[in-house]
């Protein structure tokens, strides 16, 4: 079992840069694909960004390419967003989740979900 908290939301300005962090318990975090998912008020959650339980493959969705670094470290049972150039529109609850080995794009390819943290840029 894997249990997820999320930290490092706040309100900004559009153009300003948060670090999200998502820690894990369990000593199986290192076997676990860990991706990022956000929800915007009234839309359905949607992918933000996956990392491979190695770290060496990353999937980013368009919309944060370029801006968005996500990381982990395995010793820490951490994973990390690093979240650049912020848009209005990346205003959402910003969501954890891990998946056993495989990376996946789908929030019903995941088995553990954190509580989320907000995240609010305004104009």
């Known amino acids: 079992q894997v249990q997820l908290v999320e930290s490092g939301g706040g309100l900004v300005q559009a153009g300003d840069s948060l670090r999200l962090s998502c820690a894990a318990s369990?000593?199986?975090?290192?076997?676990?694909?860990m991706a990022w998912f956000r929800q915007a008020p009234g839309k359905e959650r949607e992918f933000v960004a996956v990392?491979?339980?190695?770290?060496?493959?990353?999937v980013y969705a368009d919309s944060v390419k370029g801006r968005f670094t996500i990381s982990r470290d395995n010793a820490k049972n951490t994973v990390f967003l690093q979240m650049n150039s912020l848009k209005p529109e990346d205003t959402a609850v910003y969501f954890c989740?891990?998946?056993?080995?495989?990376?996946?794009?789908?929030?019903?390819?995941?088995?553990?979900w954190g509580q989320g943290t907000q995240v609010t840029v305004s104009s």
């Open positions: 369990g000593r199986t975090f290192s076997t676990y694909a």
């Open positions: 990392i491979s339980w190695s770290g060496g493959s990353i």
């Open positions: 989740a891990a998946r056993y080995r495989a990376l996946g794009r789908t929030e019903d390819q995941y088995d553990h």
